[in-house]
C-alpha cells in the first residue's frame, strides 16, 4: 500500500513538472471533433473564435457553430496539405498576453499540443500553427522543421484563396 501511494505520488510530481504554466493555471475545456481546447476565461475562447472566424458568436449557446468554426480551419488546412491524419486530436491552451517561446503561437510536438495568445492570434497565425500538428500526426518520424515552416506559410497565404 505504501509502495502504492509513492508510485503515484512520484507519477502526480512528474506530471507536474512536464506542464508548462500554461497548461497547468486552465481550468476549463472545449471540445471539437479534432480538438480540445483548454481555458480560463470564456472571453479567452470567445476572441479565438472571433479572430479565426471574423464574427462574434456566442459560443454557450450555440456549441455546435463553435466547434464547426475550429474545426473548418482544420478541414482547410488538411485540405490544403492533403494530409488528413486518422484520429487527430490536438490539445490547444489559451492564453493571455506572451507565451513561453514564441509572442502569438507555437506548436510542442512532444504534447502534440498548441499554445495561442488570444490577444494576438489570427486565423492565418492558427492554421499555421495547426499544420505542424497536422505534419507530425500524418507522419511516423517527424519531419524537418524547415519543411513544416515552409508548408505552415503555404497554408498561411492560401488559406482562403478560393473564397
Known amino acids: 500500500m505504501k509502495r502504492r501511494f ?46 479565426i472566424g471574423g464574427a462574434r458568436i456566442d459560443f454557450t449557446a450555440d456549441k455546435e457553430m463553435a466547434s464547426n468554426r475550429v474545426d473548418r480551419v482544420i478541414e482547410r488546412v488538411e485540405t490544403i496539405l492533403d494530409m488528413r491524419p486518422k484520429d487527430l486530436n490536438i490539445n490547444i491552451y489559451l492564453a493571455r498576453g506572451e507565451l513561453k517561446y514564441n509572442d502569438v503561437a507555437y506548436y510542442r510536438y512532444k504534447t502534440n499540443a498548441l499554445y495561442i495568445s488570444v490577444d494576438k492570434v489570427s486565423d492565418g497565425v492558427f492554421a499555421h500553427e495547426i499544420t505542424h500538428a497536422i505534419i507530425n500526426s500524418y507522419f511516423t518520424m517527424p519531419t524537418s522543421s524547415k519543411i513544416q515552416e515552409i508548408l505552415g506559410q503555404y497554408v498561411d497565404k492560401y488559406l482562403w484563396s478560393d473564397y
Not at 16 to 34: D, G, H
Not at 36 to 45: P, R
Open 6 to 51: 509513492i508510485t503515484y505520488f512520484a507519477a502526480v510530481l512528474m506530471t507536474l513538472a512536464i506542464l508548462t504554466p500554461v497548461e497547468a493555471e486552465q481550468k476549463k475545456i472545449f471540445k471539437t471533433k479534432y480538438t480540445t481546447i483548454h481555458y480560463n476565461d470564456d472571453k479567452d475562447l470567445s476572441d479565438l473564435l472571433w479572430k
